[in-house]
Each structure stands twice: as C-alpha cells, then as structure tokens.
C-alpha cells in the first residue's frame, strides 16, 4: 500500500541540481547522475527540472539541447543543416511565438502514429523505421501523408492569421498594408 510520502513524491516534480562544476544531482535518489541518465528519465517521461544549485534558475531547456546536440553529434542526425537553418532563421521572425506550438503539435501526431502502431515500431533504429514504412499498406502511409497534410494547413491558416493581425494593427495606426 502507497505511504503518504510515496503520494507526495509522485504528484511533485523530479529536481535535479546543476552545480558550477557542471555535475548533475538528482535529489530523489541522492546520488550525481550523468546527462546519459537525465536522457532514460526524458525516455521513461519521467516528470523533471534542472535548477542551477546556486539560484534555482531552472535550466532544463538547456539541458534537454545539450542532450539533443550529443545526440545529433553521435550516429544519425535527426535536423539537416537546412533544416537548423531554418529553425535559426524564425529567430526574431514575427511568427517565432507560433513556431514552437507548431512543432509541438506535429510531433505529437507522429507520436500519436507511433503509439497506433504499437510497440514493434519503438524498437525499431531509424533505418529500421524506413523499411517498415515501405512495406507498410497505403492506408497507412495514407495516414502518416494526411497528418503531413495537416501539419501544411495548418501552417498555412497560421500564416493568414498572422497577416490579418498585421493588417489590422498597421490599419489602426493609420498605415496601409
């Protein structure tokens, strides 16, 4: 039977401490841990922050990149140059707000297609994951083109937003689009 401290620990957040000598501690278990471990918590979704010891600043993000740029550095890159160029370039864009909303929402439907494929497709290495897709029927593949097509629109009806908005604010201050 769950303790009361066991309820508690589950309903609060992970904290791991990032000390200037750039070590990790994970206070749930005591122990220092290696960003390797911090990337199984991130695969388990396991809930987390990375707080700097000395000001609580919370430096998750940072770590979460630092992972995703070992792992680009390491076999099979996931972002093509063009495609971190592109990234970069919505930096100080008007659409930069939408963006990470935007990519958040198409990775959830490709994670939504993994999770319909079951457990088979997890396992698979990404060459692995382009063979299976070959020989998958149209109605999947189907599936996977149509949440592409999605993703497009809306993209698309996000950029006509963001034009209509801009229209109407330039229109107010007197300026014509």
Sequence with gaps: MPTAKTKETKLTQRVIK???????????SSSYITLAEVKQLVMNNEQFVVRDAKTGEDLTRNILLQIILEEESNGIPMFTAPVLASVIRFYGHAMQGFMGGYLEKNIQSLMD?????????KALTPEGWSQFMALQSPALQGMLSSNLEQSKNMFAQMQDQMQKHTDQMLGSLGLKP
């Design 113 to 121: 297609v993994q999770n319909k494929l079951g457990d088979p497709s």
């Design 18 to 28: 990032k000390y200037p000598n750039r070590r990790l501690y994970d206070t749930d």
